[in-house]
């Protein structure tokens, strides 16, 4: 059974930068499947942050510009996110999940709440 | 982007009855479209992709239907458990995208 374990801090500082990290369990990463990050607004929808594939292309939401990295560390069979210049806009629920190209995002972490604040 | 607008915002039921769900999107999606089920407090959980078919471990009263810009969810007897929020997402075109949400609760 594949399972996806979320790591990383809950609180961020204004203009700081967000990294949470991804270990996949049960699969490798490297095995054919999106490795994504989702975000949850609270109370309300998701947005797709982007994705990373194991050859190293990435797709990234437009949305976030140029303030989004998401990269592999086949090593450890992780994937992270990282997003820089964070405001109180960046406060959510985050989520990392697999997508394989012809399903949907399946398995999901647990999901992290970053609050962005002083 | 592909804007998918989910109707209605909310649908009031009783245990039993039948459930249907909307997505429609701003331009045609083919039939790359998929649906999550999320409880509160969890992640969302894969019930449909491309459009009609069934994930793995999902009850049969689950079924998707539609093509192009319009899709249905539908559950034929809600079950208790199956009060929750249940979002639509197209998979054709990058960004990714996600409809509103539809939440369903006792009526």
């Known amino acids: 059974q594949v399972q996806l374990q979320q790591s990383g801090p809950g609180l961020v500082r204004p203009s700081g930068t967000l990294s949470l990290t991804c270990t996949v369990s049960?699969?490798?990463?490297?095995?054919?499947?999106?490795c994504s990050w989702v975000r949850q607004f609270p109370g309300k929808g998701l947005e797709w942050i982007g994705e990373?594939?194991?050859?190293?292309?990435?797709n990234y939401n437009p949305s976030l510009k140029n303030r989004v990295t998401i990269s592999l560390d086949k090593s450890r069979n992780q994937f992270s996110l990282n997003i820089t210049s964070v405001t109180a806009a960046d406060t959510a629920m985050y989520f990392c999940?697999?997508?394989?190209?012809?399903?949907?995002?399946?398995?999901w972490g647990q999901g992290t709440l970053v609050t962005v604040s002083s | 982007e592909i804007v998918l607008t989910q109707s209605p915002a909310t649908l009031s039921l009783s245990p039993g009855e039948r459930a249907t769900l909307s997505c429609r999107a701003s331009?045609?999606?083919?039939?790359?479209l998929v649906w999550y089920q999320q409880k509160p407090g969890q992640a969302p959980r894969l019930l449909i992709y491309?459009?009609?078919n069934r994930a793995t471990g999902i009850p049969a009263r689950f079924s998707g239907s539609g093509s192009g810009t319009d899709f249905t969810l539908t559950i034929s007897s809600l079950e208790p458990e199956d009060f929750a929020v249940y979002y639509c997402?197209?998979?054709?075109?990058?960004?990714?995208?996600f409809g509103g949400g539809t939440r369903v609760d006792v009526k």
């Open positions: 999940a697999n997508r394989r190209s012809l399903t949907g995002f399946d398995p």
């Open positions: 049960g699969d490798s990463i490297t095995s054919g499947h999106w």
């Open positions: 990373v594939y194991h050859t190293g292309n990435t």
């Open positions: 331009q045609s999606v083919n039939n790359f």
């Open positions: 491309d459009a009609s």
């Open positions: 997402q197209q998979r054709g075109t990058w960004p990714l995208t």
